[in-house]
């Protein structure tokens, strides 16, 4: 045996003889002699001489000698003592979502000195660093607590009295997972001849790694064979081609990349037939409430099979569905949603479902709560006194969804435009009030309330406080019809009774519902017999309907005028309304106008002005119809549009539209999702990733893959065209640089928020442990002198 350290040289001297000189051969027995070895052979002896040994020149090397009379071998035994080799075998036996097991064989080389330990380290794949586990003596150790689902790789080295030697470690990185919990409860959604719809939950647990699949695995009834009859990502699936009666079992396994869970079995077998369920629907309450502005929803449960019809009906009519009232059906419920709601939202509606078993039906009332409508008219005026007056109304025919808590009563001079109030906590509909001028004129005002607010008011005529009646007139002359020497009768006749128009009636004029009062161009000129209105330098708006009201305590008579007044038409009836609205058109839309000026209108103009310009552009100059679709607009600019009507008169006062943005009616997209990195060489990768949860309104049209090096702060575009698929092969990348990737998502409003970065990937190709050899070959080389 002989011993060298390492570094140092190993020379073996051996002496030969033989006649003929005999060939020589050195050899080892465990492997090739390192190839910086020195033989020398001469006819007495031969020399192997090995500079900086190391651990792997141990072992026994052998000696041939060969002529024509035989063969003579000996053998001599080299320990170099150094640090150990790696240790063999290095494996990993087991994996835990939170650890993992390892274990390893002795070196083959221990260095010429026993092994004392063995180091075990560990390093995250983002980290270039290993940290030290343990030192142990074992074979074999559980590294635990592991962080759930990160990669890391593992690596062993062992040690003896002369240092640490080469590590064993993972050529890939290990993922700390395991297999996934089973799926949750499976159900059955569906059934048919032919047909069984299943769906089931997630695990509770995914072992640390995303999912993959679920295999759906099927057993026909007196079978023990399960197959597989499909594999899905979601949660539910159709198992098709089934045989009519046959009755069958279920179960679900989840799958990731660690392998396979425990099934999870359907809990009754099914049977493949047509089912047959009379239709139900059912809902929480038959009576919602809510109040104008708000929200609701109403969900009704619905069963049956075949799936039965639905269909919505409001105090019998089919519901219409709007941009605020709408249905939405799904397999086992129907939901109606109305948003900011209004009064013409409340009614009976009625759901009915049939299928051909029969139909079932069910019945809500939505009450919409508000502030009421005004009390019932005419105000009655019931008893007048030269000091007081008594009123009478109705109630509201509109309620407001709720009582009725009071009302309220305002009265006012008609020489003034104040309203006073007389009473606010009126119950009942009727109120005297007191306390007035005799002889002065009021109106009054009654408005309704409840808990939600005050209505709109109603106004009774104007009314004199005054005693139904007025002093006499003058009694007849007097005269003396007999006389004595000591007295005289005088007698006269009564006053002349008023046979007509007694009292005299109070005159209104009003236009439209409106009472005309004097004014610079209004002028009533009313006497006890006659009633007169002047209305000087007559303009369009002039025209209309006027009426002549007469009061006086024997009752009321109306008479009406019609005037039309020659001119050009008023501005169009709003709303003017701007739909349709995208980044380069929209559409506009308004009603004829009240006053048409005594003219049929002929056309309209249309214009539009910038809102950051002052100046009008005509956008059409003969629209014939209450309606216009304007096209190439500016993209991202402000329009304000007016429209004129035109009548043989002339052009009309403009309508103007409020300040409209033009731009998409869509936004950009969200982030992609799960984003992965693969096929990592050094100087390409490949990012995968799938769909944002939400395209914007918008179908997506590429997508943007930025890359940033460890080593800088800016972010870079990794492709010069847009990239549709799902996955991307970003190249050019520099060797042993780590780099982050995030993915942007792109639609026709634009770019959307950037997906989260990934972590750092190191770009280096990737490693793996050697083949074993193959086609080897041998050869010899001899050579003789004469």
Request: glycine share 8%.
């Amino acid at each position: 045996m002989i011993t060298v350290r390492a570094g140092g040289s190993l020379r073996l001297f051996v002496p030969i003889r033989g006649r003929p000189t005999p060939e020589v051969k050195w050899g080892k027995a465990e492997g090739e002699i390192n190839e910086a070895a020195q033989i020398d052979i001469t006819s007495s002896f031969t020399s192997l001489i090995i500079e900086n040994v190391n651990r792997f020149d141990s072992g026994k090397y052998n000696l041939t000698l060969e002529n024509a009379s035989g063969t003579k071998s000996a053998f001599i035994s080299v320990r170099v003592l150094d640090t150990p080799d790696a240790p063999a075998n290095f494996r990993v036996k087991e994996i835990t979502k939170n650890s993992v097991t390892l274990t390893w064989e002795p070196p083959l080389l221990d260095g010429g000195a026993k092994i004392k330990n063995y180091i075990v380290e560990k390093r995250e794949s983002t980290r270039k660093v290993y940290s030290a586990v343990v030192t142990c003596n074992k074979m074999t150790w559980k590294i635990e607590p592991l962080q759930e689902g990160s990669n890391f790789f593992f690596r062993v080295l062992a040690e003896n009295e002369h240092g640490i030697g080469l590590p064993a470690e993972t050529l890939e990185p290990v993922k700390i997972s395991e297999v996934p919990q089973p799926p949750g409860k499976v159900s059955v959604v569906d059934v048919t001849r032919k047909s069984v719809s299943l769906k089931w939950e997630k695990p509770e647990h995914d072992g640390g790694s995303r999912i993959t699949h679920y295999e759906v695995e099927m057993q026909a009834k007196d079978q023990d064979k399960w197959s597989l009859c499909a594999q899905v990502k979601s949660l539910d699936t159709v198992i098709t081609n089934l045989v009519q009666g046959g009755e069958y079992n279920f179960r679900v396994i989840a799958v990731n990349d660690k392998g396979k869970s425990d099934p999870r079995l359907l809990a009754n077998p099914v049977v493949a037939k047509d089912l047959a369920i009379q239709p139900t629907v059912r809902t929480k309450l038959s009576t919602y409430n809510v109040q104008v502005g708000q929200d609701l929803k109403i969900e009704a449960r619905i069963s049956g099979h075949p799936k039965p019809t639905i269909t919505w009906t409001k105090d019998g009519s089919v519901l219409k569905q709007t941009t605020r009232v709408n249905v939405a059906d799904t397999a086992h419920h129907t939901t109606l949603t109305i948003k900011d709601a209004t009064r013409e939202d409340g009614g009976m509606y009625n759901i009915a479902v049939a299928n051909v078993l029969g139909q079932a039906e069910a019945t809500v009332e939505i009450i919409i709560l508000e502030k009421p409508g005004p009390p019932t008219g005419p105000v009655r005026i019931d008893e007048v006194s030269a000091e007081s007056i008594t009123l009478s109304w109705d109630p509201p025919t509109y309620t407001g969804g709720c009582q009725i808590s009071n009302y309220v009563v305002q009265k006012r001079d008609t020489t003034t435009t104040n309203w006073v109030v007389v009473s606010a906590t009126v119950a009942r509909t009727t109120l005297k009030v007191s306390n007035l001028k005799t002889g002065a004129e009021y109106q009054f005002r009654i408005f309704a309330e409840n808990r939600y607010g005050k209505s709109y008011g109603i106004d009774s005529d104007p009314v004199l406080a005054q005693y139904p009646f007025k002093e006499p007139g003058p009694p007849g002359t007097p005269f003396v019809s007999a006389f004595t020497k000591e007295s005289m009768v005088v007698e006269w006749h009564k006053p002349r009774k008023e046979k007509n128009r007694k009292p005299v009636p109070t005159m209104q004029w009003f236009k439209g519902d409106v009472e005309v009062e004097n004014s610079a161009r209004a002028e009533i000129k009313n006497t006890d017999f006659k009633a007169i209105l002047v209305v000087k330098d007559a303009i369009r708006i002039d025209g209309g309907q006027y009426t002549l009201h007469l009061t006086n305590v024997a009752g009321t008579k109306s008479v009406s005028f019609n005037v039309r007044v020659l001119d050009r038409p008023g501005p169009p009836e709003g709303p003017f309304t701007v739909s349709g609205v995208t980044c380069e058109k929209c559409s506009l839309s308004w009603l004829p106008p009240k006053h048409d000026g005594g003219s049929s209108i002929s056309y309209y103009i249309i214009q539009k002005r910038e809102t950051s310009r002052l100046a009008w552009t005509v956008v059409s100059g003969d629209c014939g119809a209450t309606m216009f679709k304007v096209t190439k607009l500016l993209k991202g600019n402000e329009y304000i549009f007016r429209v004129m009507a035109v009548n043989k008169y002339g052009v009309g006062e403009p309508l103007e539209s409020a300040p409209v943005i033009m731009r998409n009616p869509f936004v950009p997209p969200g982030p992609p999702k799960e984003i992965e990195v693969t096929n990592i060489a050094r100087d390409s990768m490949t990012v995968c990733w799938t769909r944002p949860e939400t395209d914007g309104g918008s179908e997506i049209v590429g997508y943007i893959v930025e890359k940033r090096d460890r080593a800088g702060v800016r972010w870079t575009k990794c492709n010069k065209r847009r990239v549709t698929d799902l996955r991307f092969r970003v190249t050019g990348l520099t060797e042993d640089h780590e780099y982050e990737f995030r993915l942007t998502a792109e639609n026709a409003a634009g770019v959307g928020q950037p997906s989260p970065p990934t972590v750092y990937y190191k770009a280096c190709d990737p490693t793996f442990k050697p083949g074993p050899p193959t086609n080897a070959h041998l050869s010899t080389t001899q050579a003789w002198s004469h």
